[in-house]
């Protein structure tokens, strides 16, 4: 049997000399299409199966291989986890302004370092500096790669070799590969640790300070809330405890809120503009969680701080690039109007959405559905807001619960659609909720999912 189906196998060469497969050498180089023939002929061989003998079948095998070969590794995929700013999966989307912002300044050449004015050498800082000030109502900002790098900046700069003090109860773990005291570390500070799990006061940290100190850390506890017999001080309350040790006090702020959400109803999540006003010498923020903008990390505060932090050789390690002050100036400019930014910056817009309007989206979901032959029954669903925000926040959304027999085996197929469709299951239901689904993917997200499993 083996034999003889081996014997039955085309050649390589023969493959290739097929008109259809001629003709996808128009759309892939010729090495890649002849590795994708040998690979099917060799698993052919393998599964010790008689050998197709119609070419049409082999074109088959080979196109859909090729087509698996050519997709990008970095995709596109509709979010339907009910988590919004999923770190996994991307966190914000951009606004369609900073999309068009990144198209300008990417297409041609830009003023990135020039300064047109006096015809020289400029600084990338300059960028989004003023209107970061203008925003949170600090003195200067500093954009880097993202908020890690921010700690490691303003550590090394203001503490290196010198003592960090900073409470037990904010040696946290954010998104997994972010530890705030392994980052610290690295910083080139020595941690101090004051107080205890779950209770710090004031005094614990007026103990620490010494000669060594080099900066007090406040760490914002982005994605958990501590609950019971717990007590923390405040960042306004360390600002005098920082300025009597004579130094600088920086507040890991994570969230970058820059729109006052309580209008929308999401209460609890302080602006950077509080942050700002409440004392810390620097505040530190991720660009592409609440700011909704690219992934970044911005630092504002104290402008002889910032030039210091702007000064060190690491600053050029940790550098954005252009695409990312782009997107970031545009989404900026939005949030100067809070009805312009939850409008027009993707991220606020999904965290704003009624709960009506997502009920509505899930009704004509379920009907395009099952007019397709699946079924499927909407149903309440609470969403969060992820990306280490309003950690205790939780959404009312609504979701489709899919009537399927294998949730499981559902979800796969769901994730290997042409574009993947990421739900969750829950109590051995499918659910796709409509709280992170982009309302212009609707159409396409029914499309796709009565693909996977009609
Ligand atoms: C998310 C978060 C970080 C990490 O931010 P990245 O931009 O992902 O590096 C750091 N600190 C806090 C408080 C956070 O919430």
């Not at 060594?212 to 914002?220: D, E, L, M, P």
């Not at 989404?331 to 965290?351: K, N």
Request: with cysteine; net charge neutral; hydrophobic share 50%.
């Amino acid at each position: 049997m083996k034999a003889d189906a081996r014997r039955a196998l085309p050649a390589v060469g023969a493959l290739l000399e097929l008109e259809g497969v001629r003709r996808l050498l128009e759309r892939a180089p010729r090495g890649l299409v002849a590795e994708v023939v040998r690979s099917v002929v060799d698993d052919a061989r393998r599964a010790g199966v008689p050998a197709p003998d119609d070419d049409a079948r082999w074109l088959e095998a080979i196109e859909a291989r090729l087509a698996q070969r050519q997709l990008p590794s970095l995709r596109r995929v509709i979010n339907a986890t009910g988590v919004v700013l999923h770190t996994n999966l991307g966190r914000a989307p951009l606004a369609p302004a900073a999309l068009e912002a990144m198209r300008t300044v990417a297409s041609g050449f830009s003023n990135l370092e020039y300064d047109v004015a006096a015809g020289a050498r400029g600084s990338r800082h300059t960028h989004c500096a003023a209107l970061l000030a203008e925003l949170t109502g600090a003195e200067d900002a500093l954009v880097v790669n993202n908020c890690a790098a921010a700690l490691v900046l303003a550590l090394n700069t203001l503490s290196d070799g010198r003592e960090a003090v900073i409470s037990r109860g904010e040696l946290v773990e954010i998104g997994g590969s972010f530890r705030v005291p392994d980052i610290m570390a690295k910083s080139g500070a020595t941690l101090v640790e004051v107080g205890t799990t779950n209770r710090t006061h004031a005094d614990d940290y007026r103990r620490a300070l010494s000669p060594r100190t080099g900066a007090i850390v406040s760490v914002h506890r982005s994605n958990f809330a501590q609950e019971g017999f717990v007590a923390s001080v405040p960042v306004r309350e360390l600002v005098p405890i920082a300025a009597e040790g004579g130094v600088p006090l920086l507040h890991d702020f994570g969230s970058g809120l820059l729109v006052d959400l309580a209008p929308w109803g999401l209460t609890g999540e302080p602006t950077a503009r509080d942050a700002v006003r409440a004392g810390a010498s620097l505040v530190l923020m991720s660009g592409d969680k609440l700011l909704g903008g690219p992934q970044a990390g911005v630092i504002v505060g104290r402008a002889a701080l910032v030039a210091a932090l702007r000064r060190n050789p690491l600053a050029r390690a940790l550098r954005v690039d252009k695409l990312t002050l782009a997107a970031l100036e545009a989404t900026l400019a939005l949030s100067r109007d809070p009805a312009r930014a939850v409008s027009g910056i993707p991220a606020l817009a999904l965290l704003t959405a009624g709960v009506g309007a997502l009920e509505e989206r899930a009704r004509r979901l379920a009907e395009a559905l099952a007019a397709r032959g699946v079924r499927g029954r909407v149903v309440p669903s609470e969403a969060t807001v992820g990306g280490g925000a309003f950690p205790t926040a939780r959404l009312p959304s609504a979701a489709l619960a899919l009537d399927v027999e294998a949730p499981d085996r559902a979800d796969a197929r769901l994730r290997a659609a042409r574009v993947p469709v990421i739900g969750r299951i829950v109590e051995g239901r499918l659910l796709l909720d409509l709280r992170g689904v982009l309302p212009e993917t609707d159409d396409e997200l029914a499309a796709l999912v009565a693909e996977a499993l009609s």
